[in-house]
Nanobody
Framework: VQLQASGGGVVQPGDSLRLSCAFSGFTLDDAIVGWFRQAPGKEREGVSM????????RYANSVKGRFTISRDRSKNTVYLQMNDLTAEDTAVYYC????????????????????WGQGTLVTVSS
């Protein structure tokens, strides 16, 4: 299993950015892909997840209404469209995966994901 996140950069408050997570070694029919982020000095935070196993995507309250997760089956890629970015969104963003269903109901708990890609840095600054 491999995951590679890309698309980070430096943007201004209110701007948009789309992150990509290219993966191999599984399909979303029987696995889960999540986006997580870690800001300096803070713990890793779950942002969003998507899987055919769980119906609708899930989002952290802090990004609901601004971020959208989607997938392209033909490219084995999951995207995170981030709109109306604020300084609080500044972090290293990681994509992660788990084969099969989660053990606990907390769908954005990092400990439940087994495979991780390298991070991509998003900086929101004026």
């Amino acid at each position: 299993v491999q995951l590679q996140a890309s698309g980070g950069g430096v943007v201004q408050p209110g701007d948009s950015l789309r992150l990509s997570c290219a993966f191999s070694g599984f399909t979303l029919d029987d696995a889960i892909v999540g986006w997580f982020r870690q800001a300096p000095g803070k713990e890793r935070e779950g942002v969003s997840m998507i899987s055919k196993l769980y119906g609708n995507p899930r989002y952290a309250n802090s990004v609901k209404g601004r971020f959208t997760i989607s997938r392209d089956r033909s490219k084995n890629t999951v995207y995170l469209q981030m709109n109306d970015l604020t300084a609080e969104d500044t972090a290293v963003y990681y994509c992660a995966a788990r084969k099969g269903r989660l053990v606990w109901s907390a769908t954005l708990l990092a400990a439940q994901y087994d495979y991780w890609g390298q991070g991509t840095l998003v900086t929101v600054s004026s």
